[in-house]
C-alpha cells in the first residue's frame, strides 16, 4: 500500500507564492514520473506540470514561467513551486505518482488533494 499525502495549499493574493509538497510512503520499490494535476470548480482535473524519475519536466502552457515542478528522490517528495499566482489558478490540486511496490506491481496513486485559493 501507497500513501500519498499533500501540504502547503492555502488562501493566497493574486500576485504571491505557494509551495506544495507531496510525500510518499509504504511499500515502495521505485517512483518512476511524479505530477501534479488541479481540478476547480465545475471544470475536469487537468495536468499542470510533471517530472521523469531523471528530472525531466513538462508544464500546461497556462503555467510556464510561473509554476516549476521539482523532487527529492531521497525523500519520495514532489514540490510545485506557484508564482505570480492568479485568481484562475484557483483549484484543488492533486498529487500524482507512478510507484512500483516491493512485490513488483507497478500503478499511479492520488494524493487526498489541497486546496489553494488565489483572492484578494
Known amino acids: 500500500q501507497v500513501q500519498l499525502v499533500e501540504s502547503g495549499g492555502g488562501l493566497v493574493q493574486p500576485g504571491g507564492s505557494l509551495r506544495l509538497s507531496c510525500a510518499a510512503s509504504?511499500?515502495?520499490?521505485?517512483?518512476?514520473?511524479m505530477a501534479w494535476y488541479r481540478q476547480a470548480p465545475g471544470k475536469e482535473r487537468e495536468l499542470v506540470a510533471v517530472?521523469?524519475?531523471?528530472?525531466?519536466?513538462n508544464y500546461a502552457d497556462s503555467v510556464k514561467g510561473r509554476f516549476t515542478i521539482s523532487r527529492d528522490n531521497a525523500k519520495n517528495t514532489v514540490y510545485l513551486q506557484m508564482n505570480s499566482l492568479k485568481p484562475e489558478d484557483t483549484a484543488v490540486y492533486y498529487c500524482?505518482?507512478?510507484?512500483?511496490?516491493?512485490?513488483?506491481?507497478?500503478?499511479?496513486?492520488w494524493g487526498q488533494g489541497t486546496q489553494v485559493t488565489v483572492s484578494s
Open positions: 500524482n505518482a507512478n510507484v512500483q511496490v516491493v512485490s513488483g506491481t507497478r500503478k499511479w496513486y
Open positions: 509504504g511499500s515502495i520499490f521505485s517512483i518512476n514520473a
Open positions: 517530472i521523469s524519475s531523471g528530472g525531466s519536466t
